[in-house]
Structure formats: C-alpha cells, structure tokens
C-alpha cells in the first residue's frame, strides 16, 4: 500500500487493497457517452465513474478550490480518461489543486464541472479529468 504525507493532503493508495487504479494504457478509452467534457465522466443515467477508485486522499484543513469548499476530511479519487499517477500523491494535480489559494483559478487547461451533479469533478479535455468524492471525517 502506497502513502504520502503532504502539508494539506496524505494519500493512501488501494492497489494492495486490490482496489488499484488503472493505467492510462489499461483503462476504458473514454466514449461520447460515458465521459465527455460536459458531464464530468459520467454515463447518460448519471451513474458514476467506470474505473476502480485511485485511493483515498485526507484534506487536513478546510480548502477551496475554484470556489468549490473542500471540508477537512477523506476523499476518494476516481479518474476518467487519465492514470492516477496524475491524480495522487505529492506532485498530483489534487495536491497541486489545494495548494493554490482560495481565488486562484486553476492552472491551464483545468476548470470544474461547475454544472456536474454529484461530487466535484475536474477536466482538462473531453474525457479526460477525477473527481473527489467527500467519504469521511
């Protein structure tokens, strides 16, 4: 089980959990119908994320990013159409996400799925973005 301890995150991976999360070359490639830019990766009945989830990330003290609130707590990291690798740990884009302050706008070409329904979802292409599901304290 991979871990990392971070200023404001600490991941804990799920591959020895037997929950790990794909690579970019081993997941589904991305349809019109289950992840688009629009939808934030998910299918046209709004179910959730086709892939295992990345792992568990704990936001250690209240965040906002893109001005959505990310209360401390646990997060579970699922991609869509990018690996985790990309997601999680020190110098994943989740980290590089809660380290911008609270009126930073997201480095290029990232934005929020600020109509997605569900948890908050991140892209930077069709297809191609995680979201972050709140879990637990």
């Known amino acids: 089980m991979r ?72 997060y579970q990291i699922n991609t869509f159409g990018m690996a985790c690798d990309e997601v999680m740990g020190e110098s994943g884009i989740f980290n590089q996400f809660l380290q911008l302050g609270d009126n930073e706008p997201l480095p290029a070409p990232w934005s929020h799925l600020s109509n997605a329904v569900g948890a908050p979802k991140f892209v930077k292409g069709p297809g191609i973005g995680f979201r972050a599901e709140r879990v637990g304290d």
Do not use: R, Y
């Open 3 to 74: 871990s990392w301890t971070l200023k404001m995150l600490v991941v804990v991976g799920l591959a020895g959990a037997g929950m790990g999360c794909s690579s970019s070359s081993e997941q589904p490639a991305a349809s019109a119908d289950s992840a688009t830019a629009t939808d934030g990766g998910v299918d046209g009945n709004g179910a959730g994320p086709q892939t295992p989830p990345c792992g568990l990330a704990a936001v250690e003290t209240n965040e906002v990013i893109a001005g959505v609130q990310f209360s401390k707590g646990q």
